[in-house]
Structure formats: C-alpha cells, structure tokens
C-alpha cells in the first residue's frame, strides 16, 4: 500500500507536487488536479501539507481545565496585534503549545478536496515536514525554505522572499543561528558553517511518528459524497433517502401524537373540571383540585322526590301506553298514547286533577274515534 504527500504548490489550486512512497520507493511528480488520485484503491495515508502563506502559528499555551471557546478568546487577545484578517473570518486550530490561524474558507476548500478520498487523511502545516521540530532550523524543499523555530513555531519561504524573511527574522531575534539543510550560498554566508547539515531527504517525513503530528483535516459531508462513496445505484439510493427520511420524521411525529393526547387529555379533563364548577379558570393539579371539589359537595339530604300517582293510567288502559319520560326535577312527565279509545282518553283528562296531576301540551289526533299521539302533564313533588 502507499503513502503519498500532497503538497500544494500554488494558490489558485491548480499544481501539486505528489510524493509517493511505496515500499521504501520514493517518486515524485506533478499534477494540476488531485482527482486523478480518488480512483486509486491503493493508497493507504495521504499527508496534505498547508502552505505557510494560509496558516501562521503563534506560541500559545491551550488550558484544558477551560472551555475552547474562553481558550479561543485568549488565543485572540493575544495575537490581536499581529491579524489583519477579519478574526470572523478566521478558524483557530491548537496543538501542543502552538495556536493556528487559518482562513476559513481555505480550511474548508482543503477539507472539501479531501474528503472525496477513501483513504486516511492527515492535514497539518508545511513546517512539520521539517524533522527539527523545537529548533531553529531551515531545510530546503521543491524550492522553498521551510523554517522551525525554538517555539514551536514554524513558517517557509520561497527563493524570492528568502533574504528579506531572514532580514526580519534577525532583526526580532538577532541570536537566530539555525541549522541548516540546504546548500544555498546565502544561508551558508548568513550562518556559520558549523550549522550545516545534510540535505534533507523527504524520505525521512514518512519514517516520522504521524501521531506526534497534527491532524486539521475534519470530513466534509455532502450527499454527491455520500453518494460517491457508498456507489449506490439509483434504486439503492432512493430506498436509502426514503429510509433516512422515515428514520428523521418518526421521532417528530411520535412527539406529535403525543402533544396531541397531551393536548386532548388537558381539554377534556378542563371540561369534566367545569361541568363540576363553572367557577375554574384552569387545571394544574387535577388530583388536589378534585379533592377539593368532593369537600365543598354537600352531603346532606336536600329532599325526597316522589314518583307521581299514575295508577289511572293503568287502570284506564296502559296498553295503549307506549312509553313514559318522568323529568322528576322538572315535575313532568310525557306520555305516548296509541289508539286510545276517545271516551277513555276523556275520563283521563277529566280524572287527573283530582289526583294532582294536569295537562300541560296536548299533541293528540283523533281518527276512527281512537286516540293517538303526545300529552305533557305535571304533577306536584313536594
């Protein structure tokens, strides 16, 4: 399996230098889009180094016993003097005693590239290609000086800005006097010769211990990803959406049902509340409210009713009584009467006050001398 690095070459995005390593074979070249890697199924680790002229690195002490985001604010006291950027533009990325800033839109643009690949992704800054991590070092690289620092800290240069980076370089610290891993006569005249080293061999960074190295790289979701990755065919793709889909809505629908029996068992435990006393305004503790409901009845006896005297009916004829609604609290009572005899429906209008009883509606029709239809009558209940 290989190990590649990914080391981006120009700010538009459009030239890499790829290293590969493979079994101990180490070959180079360049290419103007990565895409052409996304296809190899050999590829075990990929390294993308971030170019020093996207991602500065300032000395910073993170405090674990502190949330990130006070961290964050700290970090940005700091070096508040030193950004130029927009700080809401900016992402802050910690590791060891090292704070980074990088622009967002950048960070993600990275990301974004390399989450297509299946691979094992590790993201970090150009300076940790350089072994001399702690020390003032500059090795030289594909043409560009990479600089760490007694910090931590670490940045590079091209051919062209060399001498004027070394020039403020030593003029924050004139004691620099790095090592040096690279034949370039400038350096060798700006340093003493004792600081020279051997030439730096990429072969070296893929020896070193990735989990001492930082990791930026966070996985960039999107559904083309998802779609690429798990290589769904269409019909798979859509069973996949409309599983997703009913996995995300039952929860919310089940929450809706419940708020709706909620809502359903408040309204009818107000109503039974009311029907009780008119006087409640609102439910909060139905088994204390019904409590004190039940003290406030009155449990004495407020009377008796009595069934009226409706004994003439029978004896008058109670077969052609169809059906009898007494209303004891209204003292009435309706009576259906079917093909009663004229002369005995007579006998019972005339009879009834004499027992306490009187018609009150009297909704019936007389057809071959028979009787048929309603009477409402009322008696006393005293």
Known sequence: MKTILINQLSDSFDKFLIVTQNNGDIKKNTVSDVSSLYEQKDIEKIFYSIPSNYITAYPFNFNEKISKQINIANFVTEIDSFVIEDISNCEFLFFNSIGFVIDKSILNKINNLLSKFSSDIQLLPEFFLSPYQGKDAIIEFEEKYIFTFADGTGSAADEKSLDQYLDIILNNNPGFNPLICSDKKLLKNRFESE????????????????????????????????KEKLNFTKNQLIAATLSLLITLSIPSAIIAISNNYAKTYNEETFNIFKSLDKNVKRVVNPKGQIDELIGNINTKPVGEYEIPNLNIIDRLGSQFIDEIEINIIESNAKIQINAMAYLQFEALKNTSPRLGIFILEDNTTIQNNKVSGSIKVSFSND
């Open 195 to 226: 600081n020279l080293k051997s030439l730096y061999n990429i072969e070296n960074f893929f020896k070193f211990n990735s989990s001492s190295l930082p990791n930026f790289f966070k996985l960039q979701l999107s559904f083309e990803l998802v």
